[in-house]
């Protein structure tokens, strides 16, 4: 989008070094308010917000009639909090029989606009976006308040019904408590939250007391967003009733508490896991979106490339040995071995899990849940395991030497055992081991397959746009490449680089991706990376090995995937910028 100050200085307003002084003001703060504080300006408000609706396409309200507001407001206040309307300069203006007029000070802000869906779905109305400028603002907001005041809005009963509730909930038992929670408004207002999470695609909810609010954000394609800010007198509430439904202690608010409930919603059935956590400002809490759909895809479906579903297959048909994915926290590494349990569960196998969390159930696997506070660890459960006739075993994580000891011992025992381990490549994988204390000559027999990935923006389908790469880029891309095992060079038109940008529509919040990918490398053990491993000579012979046996890095999979078009070249870049260093350093 053309900003105001550009267009200004366009239209000869403003010289070439006032426009850089006030971009740099811009940095901080709006472009409106930076150039209406500079008097020096020879611009009225009503002609900046004009010139705005021009950029904008959006049809500007220089003045609203405040009479014929008055005798509407009262039926229409309750649909936008008073704190959302100040906090993101938006209000309702008119009710027609098609819509509600919201008028926007920032029509383009992307919060508000993600707030504003959100409203609209609790409320069940649609609407129609107008700009008005922010002196209208202020005046239909003073009225704005006083008017939901005396028309005793909803949300206004709503927060004198949880302030009591949180009342009670100090003073009653939790049964009792929960009969309250059942029937209050809070109820719909924890279930919005919940399906405006499941229909925006979020991974994470994160409920957060500040000072003045309550704000919800939402973890979406790997990045929060504010979506909703609500009057802080109903946090208490709203912690209560999502404790109630993971079956946590209520009166408990000083130590962390972790749970999990199960809700059906637009007609699935999704796992919340839940964790609290004091802060100086209130309970905080965090639920993790369990999509069992998004969970339980097979390989393609994930990203996999077939070069390295090939080597991960080869891995998982061999009668025993260890599959382990690695990458940091929240690279998928749990969805990839839950896609190869999904593969290995047949009626002839005995498959037991050990996780902590258990993220999703699988029918005819045998999944246990990690309790720390009683002493049941992947150790401790390990040993136990091994007593119930497994075939394949799955391990939550490897996090200490006797886990690790405990899974090689299994797979050189005659079982398949699948785990993840944090390191940033796969070749990394064989240096972790021994230094938790494998024996080198006890790593080939035991491990099969590692697998290292991470996590990608994808571009949104409707808006990506193709466009010839910069030079720089292009370098990259070309070096990427010319590492490449032959056969998947050559398959590859280097004649016409092309690559995709984001753009940003409404299908994608105007943010140009929508859902992520993976991006992956394998690592398989043969004889000669055996042989490596025993002369233990470091990572550098292992990397030129693995690359000798046909291995795609990270790296070069985003880079073919950008060029595909499912991603862009700087979100490949950024996620693998640690293993490029790494190389650049040996």
């Known amino acids: 989008m053309q900003s105001l100050i550009d267009e200004i200085k366009k239209r000869e307003l403003i010289s070439e070094e006032k426009a850089e002084e006030l971009q740099e003001k811009s940095r901080e ?28 396409d959006i049809t500007y309200k220089p003045e609203v009639n405040l009479d014929r507001l008055g005798s509407v407001l009262p039926d229409i206040a309750n649909l936008i ?86 009342k009670r ?47 919800v954000r939402y973890r979406i394609d790997g990045a929060l967003r504010s979506s909703l800010v609500l009057p802080l007198k109903i946090h208490p509430a709203v912690v209560a009733r999502i404790k109630i439904l993971s079956n946590l202690k209520i009166e408990e608010r000083r130590l962390p508490q972790d749970g999990r409930f199960f809700s059906k919603i637009a007609g699935k059935d999704i796992d919340f896991r839940v964790a609290t956590m004091p802060t100086t400002m209130g309970e905080k809490v965090v639920l993790r979106v369990l999509d069992p759909e998004q969970g339980m895809m097979e390989l393609e479906e994930l990203g996999m490339r077939d070069s390295t579903e090939t080597i991960v297959n080869r891995g998982v048909n061999r009668p025993t040995g260890m599959i382990l994915a690695t990458g940091p926290t929240g690279s998928g590494k749990t969805t990839t071995l839950y896609s190869l349990l999904r593969r290995l569960n047949t009626e002839e196998v005995n498959i037991v899990t050990l996780e902590d969390p258990v993220e999703y159930f699988i029918d005819g696997v045998n999944q246990s849940q990690i309790e720390h506070d009683i002493g049941y660890d992947f150790a401790s459960g390990l040993r136990q395991i091994l007593r119930q006739d497994p075939d394949i075993i799955m391990v939550g994580e490897i996090r200490d030497q006797e886990t690790a000891e405990l899974a090689v011992h299994a797979a050189l025992t005659g079982h398949i055992v699948l785990s993840t381990l944090h390191t940033n490549d796969a070749v990394g994988v064989i240096p972790r081991l021994t230094d938790m204390g494998i024996k080198p000559y006890l790593v080939p027999p035991s491990l099969n397959t590692a697998i290292a990935q991470r996590l990608v923006r994808r571009l949104c389908d409707g808006c990506k746009k193709e466009v010839v790469p910069e030079e720089r880029i292009k370098k990259i891309i070309l070096s990427e490449i010319e590492q490449l095992p032959p056969r998947t060079r050559e398959s590859l038109n280097l004649s016409d680089i092309k690559i995709f940008k984001p753009v940003g529509c409404e299908k994608c919040g105007s943010t140009g ?61 950024k996620a693998t910028k640690e293993t490029k260093k790494e190389e650049e350093n040996e």
């Open 29 to 56: 703060r709006k472009e409106e308010e930076v150039i209406m504080e500079d008097t020096s300006i020879p611009i009225t408000e009503d002609q900046l917000f004009r010139i705005k609706s021009e950029i904008l």
């Open 81 to 166: 909090p008073e704190d959302s309307a100040k906090h993101y300069k938006m209000v309702p203006l008119n009710k027609t029989e098609n819509a509600i007029e919201i008028g926007m000070v920032y029509p383009k802000d992307l919060k508000a606009q993600e707030v504003l869906r959100f409203l609209s779905r609790r409320g069940g109305f649609s609407y129609k976006i107008f700009l008005i400028n922010l002196s209208t603002f202020e005046e239909i907001l003073s009225q704005y308040g006083e008017l939901r005041k005396g028309a005793g809005a909803a949300l206004g009963a709503m927060a004198e019904e949880e302030e009591e509730l949180a």
């Open 169 to 215: 909930i100090n003073e009653e038992d939790t049964e009792n408590v929960q009969k309250m929670a059942e029937e209050a408004p809070i109820v719909r207002v924890v279930s919005v939250i919940l399906k405006e999470a499941i229909e925006g695609g979020a991974s994470d909810i994160h409920v957060e007391p500040g000072r003045e609010k309550l704000e």
């Open 513 to 573: 991706f929508k859902g992520r990918i993976g991006i992956y490398e394998a690592l398989e053990m043969t004889d000669e990376m055996a042989n490596l491993v025993l002369e233990d000579k470091g990572e550098q012979p292992l990397k030129k090995q693995a690359y000798k046996q046909g291995m795609i890095t990270m790296r070069q999979d985003g880079i073919m995937k950008a060029l595909e078009g499912h991603t862009s070249v700087e979100v490949v870049l």
